[in-house]
């Protein structure tokens, strides 16, 4: 089968070569398809759609943990016509209801599953009495799984809906039809929709696939959430190349490592540092344990990648740089780089797709290895933002250049590096400080598992330093230490002024969420 002739991302689930039919296609937690299995959900899932008063194009929300139904909603819509609207499961009812009424949600796919932090029927049940009122293009909830619970009374059960399996149905919608609609992360606003077409997406998961040669004897492992493209973009390449995907509900490093070792996985998906950190400290995690790993992604400032790779030396360590807007990832290091090209960058830009790095204040284009804005152009960007004019404007130029508001350098054998983002850059006394550039130090100290830095306003310098640190298990170090590692290593104004210990991070479904660690107790300025 030619992957170039499908243009609908859905497609690659339904379609396989007959000689894989009974070939593990996704395991989430104790829970399997084989490819048979899950193009037959899939197609069954896409006339259950087709017979809820939806035409194509309509938005279907999906609020659910990792699941194999939420893959299988996913797709099937799709695969339909509609297009799903991926919430994140940790929203709260004010967030949840900003989503629902920006997107227009015809249908809304939750579950009756609930954990310490998160109960969906609460949740709802608070968008429906809210005060800004339910979602007037919300028609129907659907419990998938059935509820016994009280709450879902006035909702339906998906499963019950009769269909003819019997009826051929075949995809509908393609190229730049839009897939689905991701909603990016917000600080101090509302989160922005982003509609992703099926040419934007199948770009990057076909570049992925071939950059990192994936094949039908991969087992692909990625324990990050479904509602996120670090766990979608994977899936849809392990759908076209036919690897085997494993995921999880919730991460435990534990179930990780038995998972790593007794399933043979070849390509592992940490791609955060809390999560691998937690991989790498484990006492099983070992080369002898994981001699089929051969490709590991990370996204971390430098020592603490080149900490992973000497973790699993018999794994190629590569990392990456993307964001939703354009399809998940513009670029993933390659297993053929050099060690130092895969540690220091994030790997070439994909085939036709155009880099060029902007003088944040003149937009003239630099020269290689200057430092400036990162902007991009190719297939996979997205044509704009979800009933927004304005952030679209700002965003995507008439010839099609998006402009990412991160800094970053082009190499001279044309890889990116990244230097942090334009909202995550200090102004100390007039120099520009990325906190990137902090945090690599600090996360060279022998006793520092993870740092995280912040700018905090400063009526001397205008703003200052804070940085946040994790400390390695049973070891111990000062506030005076650390500023004394600093001196005559790094330049003075680059010093945090404020040092703060902690144990637990605020954490969005993939990162620090940098705004909260402001609010908390930063104690006495320690330096200058």
């Known amino acids: 089968m030619n992957k170039e002739i499908i243009n609908n991302i859905a497609d690659f689930a339904v379609?396989?070569?007959?000689?894989?039919?009974?070939?593990?296609?996704?395991?989430?937690?104790?829970?399997?398809?084989?490819?048979n299995q899950f193009s037959?959900?899939?197609?069954?899932?896409?006339?259950?759609?087709?017979?809820?008063?939806?035409n194509k194009g309509d938005r279907v929300g999906i609020l659910l943990f990792n699941s194999i139904e939420y893959l299988l909603l996913?797709?099937?819509?799709?695969?339909?016509?509609?297009?799903?609207?991926?919430?994140?499961?940790?929203?709260?009812?004010?967030?949840?209801?900003?989503?629902?009424?920006?997107?227009k949600c015809k249908i809304l796919f939750t579950s009756s599953q609930s954990d310490e932090v998160t109960n969906f029927s609460e949740i709802i049940s608070s968008v429906y009495d809210s005060t800004e009122g339910r979602p007037e293009e919300l028609t129907d909830v659907y419990i998938i799984g059935g509820s016994k619970d009280n709450r879902f009374k006035d909702f339906k059960e998906f499963e019950s809906i009769f269909v003819d399996e019997s009826l051929n149905e075949e995809a509908t919608g393609s190229e730049d039809d839009?897939?689905?609609?991701?909603?990016?992360?917000?600080?101090?606003?509302?989160?922005?929709?982003?509609?992703?077409?099926?040419r934007n997406v199948l770009h990057v998961a076909n570049s992925m696939v071939d950059r990192w040669k994936m094949n039908d004897e991969d087992v692909f492992w990625d324990p990050l959430p479904m509602f996120h493209m670090s766990s979608i973009l994977p899936f849809i390449g392990c759908s076209i190349s036919k690897s085997t995907f494993l995921s999880t509900i919730h991460f435990n490093p534990?179930?990780?490592?038995?998972?790593?070792?007794e399933k043979d996985v070849s390509i592992a998906f940490p791609a955060f540092p809390a999560v691998m950190v937690a991989l790498s400290n484990h006492d099983d995690f070992t080369p002898e344990n994981l001699s089929k790993l051969r490709i590991i992604n990370n996204v971390a400032p430098i020592e603490t990648l080149r900490a992973f790779q000497n973790k699993v030396p018999q794994a190629t360590q590569v990392s990456a740089y993307g964001l939703t807007e354009v399809g998940g990832v513009t670029s993933f290091g390659s297993p053929d780089d050099a060690l130092e090209h895969r540690l220091t960058t994030c790997g070439k830009p994909?085939?036709?797709?155009?880099?060029?790095i902007l003088?944040?204040?003149?937009?003239?284009?630099?020269?290689?290895?200057?430092?400036?804005?990162?902007?991009?152009?190719?297939?996979?960007?997205?044509?704009g933002y979800l009933n927004?004019?304005?952030?679209?404007?700002?965003?995507?130029?008439?010839?099609?250049?998006?402009?990412?508001g991160d800094i970053g350098s082009l190499t001279n054998d044309g890889y990116i590096r990244f230097h942090g983002r334009i909202k995550d850059m200090l102004k100390v006394g007039g120099e520009n400080v990325a906190a990137l550039e902090i945090e690599a130090y600090f996360d060279s100290h022998e006793k520092i598992l993870i740092s995280q830095v912040v700018g905090v306003d400063d009526d001397h310098l205008g703003e200052v330093p804070a940085v946040f640190i994790e400390k390695k298990p049973g070891t111990e170090i000062s506030k005076e230490e650390l500023i004394d590692f600093c001196k005559g290593q790094i330049s003075n104004f680059k010093i945090p002024r404020y040092i703060v210990f902690v144990d637990e991070w605020p954490m969005s479904s993939t990162k620090v969420q940098k705004f909260k660690l402001k609010n908390l107790d930063l104690g006495e300025k320690i330096f200058g």
């Open 15 to 35: 379609k396989f070569p007959e000689e894989i039919a009974n070939k593990e296609c996704l395991t989430v937690d104790d829970v399997s398809l084989n490819f």
């Open 40 to 54: 037959i959900l899939v197609t069954s899932y896409a006339k259950k759609l087709k017979k809820l008063n939806l």
């Open 74 to 103: 996913m797709y099937a819509s799709m695969y339909a016509g509609f297009v799903p609207v991926n919430i994140n499961a940790r929203y709260k009812a004010k967030e949840l209801n900003y989503v629902l009424h920006d997107s």
């Open 178 to 198: 839009p897939a689905f609609i991701m909603y990016t992360s917000g600080t101090t606003s509302n989160p922005k929709g982003c509609p992703l077409s099926h």
């Open 254 to 261: 534990d179930a990780a490592i038995k998972v790593l070792i």
């Open 350 to 356: 994909w085939p036709d797709v155009e880099i060029r």
């Open 359 to 383: 003088d944040p204040e003149t937009n003239e284009v630099m020269n290689n290895e200057e430092k400036g804005l990162i902007e991009i152009k190719g297939p996979h960007v997205f044509s």
């Open 388 to 404: 927004d004019k304005e952030a679209t404007k700002n965003a995507l130029s008439d010839d099609g250049w998006f402009s990412t």
